[in-house]
């Protein structure tokens, strides 16, 4: 799945998708999946330049469900890697110059993800673009 980012022309971007073979039952209502997705994915495209990319993968890794979004960004700056999660953290402003946001989209993923018994972590980031992961524990099917 393919996709466009941004509202105009001068901002656009691409979104890929490349989702698991056969949908994995996590210990998240829809609407949390949701503001999880969310938060990441617009976190990653205020942060990649106009005809960037910034991929979502979803795919289990045996009794966990991975999701990872990366960009193409110019990675993390302004603020130390492993901070980016606490409330209130900001880095440097994004590559389209909007100001920065309050801070509090990362923290509120990971308080979803932690009470569900998952991770949220850096998994690199630098000039080439920033990687963020998701894991959360597979829901036995009922």
């Given at each position: 799945?393919?996709?466009?980012?941004?509202?105009?022309?001068?901002?656009?971007?691409?979104?890929?998708?490349?989702?698991?073979?056969?949908?994995?039952?996590?210990?998240?209502?829809?609407?949390?999946?949701?503001?999880?997705?969310?938060?990441?994915?617009?976190?990653?495209?205020?942060?990649?330049?106009?005809?960037?990319?910034?991929?979502?993968?979803?795919?289990?890794?045996?009794?966990?469900a991975?999701?990872?979004?990366?960009?193409?960004?110019?990675?993390?700056?302004?603020?130390?890697?492993?901070r980016?999660?606490?409330?209130?953290a900001?880095?440097?402003?994004?590559?389209?110059?909007?100001?920065?946001?309050?801070?509090?989209?990362?923290?509120?993923?990971?308080?979803?993800?932690?009470?569900a018994?998952?991770?949220?972590?850096?998994?690199?980031?630098?000039?080439?673009?920033?990687?963020?992961?998701?894991?959360?524990?597979?829901?036995p099917?009922?």
């Amino acid at each position: 799945m393919v996709g466009e980012l941004g509202g105009s022309p001068a901002r656009a971007g691409h979104l890929h998708h490349l989702p698991a073979k056969e949908p994995i039952p996590v210990p998240l209502t829809e609407v949390a999946v949701r503001r999880i997705l969310t938060g990441l994915i617009e976190n990653a495209t205020k942060y990649t330049p106009s005809g960037g990319t910034v991929t979502v993968t979803t795919e289990r890794h045996g009794g966990t469900a991975r999701l990872t979004v990366t960009d193409t960004g110019s990675g993390i700056s302004g603020i130390e890697p492993q901070r980016i999660f606490d409330r209130h953290a900001h880095g440097a402003a994004g590559e389209s110059g909007t100001p920065r946001s309050t801070g509090i989209g990362l923290s509120l993923a990971r308080g979803m993800v932690v009470r569900a018994g998952g991770t949220i972590g850096l998994l690199a980031t630098g000039a080439g673009g920033t990687s963020l992961r998701v894991e959360l524990p597979v829901r036995p099917r009922a």
